[in-house]
């Protein structure tokens, strides 16, 4: 089984630039508050390594509280240990705001506040039918949003 994981270097630089304190809901209890809003599984055009950060995940939270994604993955299938690709949240402190939404780009860039990179050179989410699924950290399935379509995007 072959995981691709983020540039450790990456995600540290940006933790640097967050900074909340950290008394966020355990992610047992955030789970049903922490959901896809929307992906972007087909980037714009043609598929190209300038084109990678088309394709990204909206995880929004919709909670009272705030909560920490520190820990939790991202994966292809519903069962993580059955991912070919996992996504993870390095960085500590990962705080998403009530109301708020966070987004993971497939692509190269500098983490901020509210997006993190993956850091791929290449597309990676399949284009008409697929899945993504956010896991807790004790590996929980939170939630999923699937598609089967050529429209490049969905709203979960």
């Given amino acids: 089984m072959r995981r691709f994981r983020a540039l450790p270097l990456a995600a540290a630089a940006a933790a640097a630039t967050f900074a909340v304190p950290l008394a966020a809901v355990p992610a047992e209890a955030a789970a049903s508050t922490i959901r896809f809003s929307?992906?972007?599984y087909d980037a714009k055009g043609k598929d190209t390594r300038k084109n990678v950060n088309g394709e990204f995940l909206v995880v929004k939270n919709y909670g009272k509280k705030k909560?920490?994604?520190s820990?939790?993955?991202?994966g292809?299938?519903?069962a993580?240990?059955?991912s070919p690709l996992t996504l993870y949240f390095y960085?500590?402190?990962?705080i998403v705001l009530p109301g708020r939404q966070f987004v993971v780009r497939m692509g190269r860039g500098k983490n901020t506040k509210t997006t993190l990179y993956q850091q791929?050179?290449?597309?990676t989410w399949p284009n008409v039918?697929?899945?993504a699924h956010l896991f807790t950290p004790a590996d929980k399935l939170a939630d999923s949003c699937t598609w089967n379509s050529r429209r490049g995007y969905k709203k979960c």
């Fill in 129 to 131: 039918k697929g899945g």
């Fill in 38 to 40: 929307y992906v972007r």
């Fill in 71 to 74: 820990g939790w993955t991202i």
């Fill in 76 to 78: 292809y299938r519903a």
């Fill in 80 to 82: 993580l240990k059955n």
């Fill in 120 to 123: 791929f050179a290449k597309h």
């Fill in 91 to 94: 960085r500590k402190n990962v």
């Fill in 67 to 69: 909560v920490n994604l």
